[in-house]
């Protein structure tokens, strides 16, 4: 699976964007998905994520209730869309994904990564 994220951009707080990541090379379908971000001179942290099993999302808790994980079997895309973004979310955000159909917030259980979007919030 190869995957491209795109959608990022500088975005005044309060504002919003809307990522997307295209898979390409097999269907998403039944694959666990997740975008995780790397502010500067830090490791990667999960955001968000859906599970190929049921479907079912999860955040992070510092996002909750502002962003919102979506996937669209159809295009083979998955979206992040963020609302109320603040300056603490400027980070580069990627997309993965993984075999399995459980939910995970460990990068390392993610085999397929996107090449990551930047995402710049101003105060």
């Known amino acids: 699976v190869q995957l491209q994220a795109s959608g990022g951009g500088l975005v005044q707080a309060g504002g919003s964007l809307r990522l997307s990541c295209a898979a390409s090379?097999?269907?998403?379908?039944?694959?666990?998905v997740a975008w995780f971000r790397q502010p500067p001179g830090k490791v990667p942290e999960f955001v968000a994520g859906i599970t190929g099993s049921d479907g079912l999302t999860y955040y992070t808790d510092s996002v909750k209730g502002r962003f919102t994980i979506s996937r669209d079997d159809a295009k083979n895309t998955l979206y992040l869309q963020m609302n109320s973004l603040k300056p603490e979310d400027s980070a580069v955000f990627y997309c993965?994904?993984?075999?399995?159909?459980?939910?995970?917030?460990?990068?390392?259980?993610?085999?397929?990564w996107g090449q990551g979007t930047q995402v710049t919030v101003s105060s």
């Open positions: 993965a994904s993984r075999r399995g159909w459980t939910a995970s917030r460990l990068p390392g259980d993610y085999r397929y």
């Open positions: 090379g097999r269907s998403l379908g039944g694959y666990s």
